[in-house]
């Protein structure tokens, strides 16, 4: 398997334009999560799927981020419109279940988005 | 504050020594702990996971200690290689949801030869 896709790698625009980024999930995983990464707040936990279903989107920091999960091997994270402040390192992984929660999430490369 | 604290932030150790990176935690009720190494420019791979009734466990040269009890972790690198510098991220859940990880601020480890 290749791993968790994502797309852009990079991705650089400005100020009120929207941005969507993109993941494939590793085949037969039926967890997905996207998680943002900056080094002022280090890994944060944006919004987790669940056989396509959002289950948790406490961590999406305002209206402007949205997240859908349309099949099984395909997800997208929109922001609309950007901001500087959402200038950070955009990570999506995807797990499969195992009892007691002891799964192990697999990362994307992740998408380096700067909002200038 | 911060639920997961690591120390150091940041070292410097020469090729061929060990170390020992620190986790401590104050996530309630336990679930898990897990250590994650990422590399500059990628994402994060899973390097060991731990349950309340594990103290210790082992992947190579890496092995990861806990102490539920005192709510401590650490992760000790083996005879460093250039390899292992990368950031050290240390990650706790807690069992009312699996998935509400609390994430360390990570230890920088730089090998040098």
């Known amino acids: 398997d290749a791993g968790v896709i994502q797309s852009p790698r990079h991705e650089v625009t400005e100020m009120g334009q929207e941005v969507t980024l993109r993941c494939k999930p590793i085949s037969g995983h039926d967890y997905l999560f996207w998680y943002r990464q900056t080094m002022m707040r280090g890994l944060e936990l944006l919004i987790y799927?669940?056989?396509?279903?959002?289950?948790?989107d406490s961590g999406m920091p305002e209206d402007r981020f949205s997240a859908k999960m349309p099949n099984a091997s395909f997800s997208t994270l929109k922001i609309q419109p950007s901001e500087p402040r959402d200038s950070a390192v955009y990570f999506c992984?995807?797990?499969?279940?195992?009892?007691?929660?002891?799964?192990?999430?697999?990362f994307g490369p992740g998408t380096r988005l700067l909002v200038l | 504050k911060n639920q997961v604290e690591q120390s150091p932030q940041s070292l410097i150790i020469l090729e061929g020594k060990n170390c020992t990176l620190q986790?401590?935690?104050?996530?309630?009720?336990?679930?898990?702990l897990r250590w994650y190494k990422q590399d500059t420019g990628r994402g994060p791979v899973s390097l060991t996971i731990m349950t309340f009734s594990e103290n210790t466990k082992s992947n190579g040269r890496y092995t990861a200690t806990l102490d539920a009890d005192t709510k401590q972790s650490s992760l000790h690198i083996t005879a460093s290689q250039l390899s292992d510098s990368a950031s050290y991220i240390c990650v706790v859940s807690a069992r009312s949801n699996d998935y509400k990880l609390s994430f360390g601020a990570g230890t920088t480890v730089t090998v040098r030869a």
């Open positions: 986790c401590n935690y104050t996530v309630s009720p336990f679930s898990n």
């Open positions: 992984a995807s797990s499969l279940r195992v009892w007691g929660g002891r799964e192990t999430q697999y």
């Open positions: 799927f669940n056989n396509n279903v959002p289950i948790d």
